[in-house]
């Protein structure tokens, strides 16, 4: 009796260890499915999800800008670019800086004084100092103030002084006026930039601009036109 | 000997209680499996559909690119002209005030004296006006504001002090801040 006792309570544990056997076994054997296929799959579906996010963006971005490039005119756009030399000019070039002056001092009949540029190096790009008196009575000099700005070129006035060291109330007295300077120039671009880059839409004020660039008296130069071809420099020859 | 026997006893009365525990286990893991072979089989489908549709995308994208490289020399003109637009505004407003105040403020002010100097830099304005007697300074200071409140720019009398020169005429100097950017 005590012999049969034992026997069964030995199988009894060899069928409970079987069973411990058998469940470690098939958790191991899901933790490596989960480990082998789920997770990098997750993963996998995670990144794919992600690029799709993505590539939408990037397709909208593409359409909008297809959709831009396709109502524009290539003559067009030159034309604005070339009429837009006259107010923003794409280098700096200091005597034909001092050839504008000359020419709106001409007009308004005063008298170009010193004219000094403040940066040694000449026709380099952005913006150039510069000094510039002139003499002339207050009407003139007024005058003169008008025709700089109306004749559109960027110029960036950082200070100005008048001088009314004569004491002559009358419009006739002669006057100095000085004024400190940025002429401002903006080369063209030396890339334009990546395919899925955005592309700006003109602003109110920037279509006002061009309406006004556009309308205004121009002698087309001699030369031809630059040749764009290469996405790197669009104005490379 | 007896305590044997209760031992068996014990036994006896637990072999059902671990049978059940057992099934549970195995029911547990069964669903389990059940489960990771869905998941999986979800994954899978989920994952070709996904591809399926980057690739729809990437040969959308190479489609546009490659009708916008036909029209790059009009980007880069477009580009070109947008940027300049952008600079050419920027400049604009500040070359606008500073040349126009002088004749501004002659406008405003000769009825009351003449304007002696007139210096304007950087976010302030400074000039000198010959008012003559000292009741008209009141005037050329009420004329004045008229002139800052029309100005299309932020600005306010920052100072203003009074000499009197040999011939016994008031002369009125006065500083004016202004900020650059239109008016609010």
């Known amino acids: 009796m005590e012999q049969k006792n034992k026997q069964e309570f030995s199988l009894d544990d060899l069928k409970a260890y079987g069973i411990v056997m058998l469940l470690v076994t098939v958790i191991i054997v899901i933790l490596a499915i989960f480990a082998i296929f789920v997770y990098p799959n997750a993963i996998a579906i995670k990144d794919s999800w992600s690029k799709i996010s993505q590539n939408e963006e990037q397709v909208s971005i593409l359409e909008n800008k297809l959709a831009i490039l396709t109502t524009l005119d290539q003559n067009d756009l030159r034309d604005a670019i070339e009429r837009s030399q006259q107010f923003l000019p794409a280098e700096n070039e200091v005597f034909e800086i001092m050839g504008y002056f000359s020419a709106r001092a001409q007009e308004t009949n005063v008298s170009l004084g010193d004219f000094q540029v403040a940066q040694s190096e000449l026709g380099g790009s952005g913006e150039l100092p510069l000094d510039l008196d002139i003499k002339g009575t207050r009407e003139e000099l007024f005058n003169f103030n008008k025709n700089l700005i109306d004749s559109g070129r960027v110029l960036s006035i950082d200070s100005l002084n008048l001088d009314f060291t004569s004491k002559e109330s009358s419009l006739s007295a002669v006057l100095t006026e000085s004024i400190s300077l940025i002429n401002v120039s903006e080369p063209f671009p030396e890339s334009i930039g990546t395919i899925i880059d955005k592309l700006p839409q003109l602003s109110v004020a920037q279509k006002e601009l061009l309406a006004e660039i556009q309308l205004i008296q121009w002698t087309k130069p001699q030369d031809t036109a630059p040749e764009f071809t290469a996405r790197e420099n669009p104005f490379s020859l | ?184």
Do not use: C
């Open chain 2, 1 to 184: 000997m007896p305590s044997q026997t209760v031992n068996l006893q014990k036994k006896k009365k637990n072999k059902p209680q671990l049978d059940g525990l057992q099934r549970r286990i195995f029911m547990v893991l069964i669903v389990l499996t059940a489960l990771l072979i869905v998941t999986l089989g979800t994954m899978l489908v989920l994952k070709k559909t996904i591809v399926v549709s980057v690739e729809k995308q990437e040969a959308k994208i190479v489609e546009l690119s490659t009708e916008i490289e036909v029209l790059k020399q009009t980007e880069g003109l477009y580009l070109t002209l947008t940027s300049r637009l952008e600079t050419i505004l920027k400049y604009r407003q500040k070359q606008g005030f500073i040349t126009q105040l002088p004749e501004i403020l002659h406008t405003a002010l000769s009825p009351y004296g003449e304007v002696t100097d007139l210096s304007i830099s950087e976010g302030q304005f400074q000039f000198g006006i010959n008012t003559g007697r000292a009741k008209d300074v009141k005037l050329v200071l009420q004329a004045l504001n008229k002139v800052v409140a029309n100005l299309e720019v932020d600005s306010k009398i920052i100072a203003d002090s009074t000499d009197i020169d040999d011939n016994g005429n008031h002369i009125l100097k006065l500083t004016v801040s202004y900020t650059n950017g239109t008016k609010k």
